[in-house]
């Protein structure tokens, strides 16, 4: 295989305009594209990350319920590398989100905390 990167993450919400405001005014990522299908009744927004394609926010009519908590099986959670933990999660703090305290890797002695999104999927903040 002669993989060059990640290309993006695809998620699906139960709340889209939740959703979008948390990843758009809390995270901050950028709109790249907002399309609505109307035959899937499904919105699809592309959200970038410094310029960069990362996530497809989906939206779909009764999408099943996915159990993330305690250690699921699949996809454990979605991390966003950061300068300095501390500051991000007071800055989360600030937004009104629920975040963990502060932990250390203890193979890398890297900073990391987790918090979730608004269909609780675990997200981490790590230390560069």
Do not use: W
């Amino acid at each position: 295989m002669a993989f060059n990167k990640v290309h993006h993450i695809a998620i699906i919400c139960s709340d889209y305009q939740k959703s979008k405001h948390f990843y758009v005014e809390v995270l901050g990522l950028e709109i790249l594209n907002e399309v609505y299908r109307e035959e899937r009744q499904s919105y699809k927004l592309d959200l970038a990350l410094n310029g960069d394609y990362i996530i497809e926010l989906f939206s779909f009519p009764n999408p099943p319920k996915r159990p993330s908590r305690p250690e699921a099986l699949g996809l454990r959670h979605l991390a966003f590398e950061v300068d300095n933990v501390s500051i991000e999660r007071q800055k989360l703090i600030e937004k009104g989100v629920n975040v963990e305290p502060i932990r250390t890797d203890e193979f890398t002695g890297r900073k990391f905390t987790f918090f979730a999104d608004p269909d609780n999927l675990p997200l981490e903040l790590y230390e560069k």
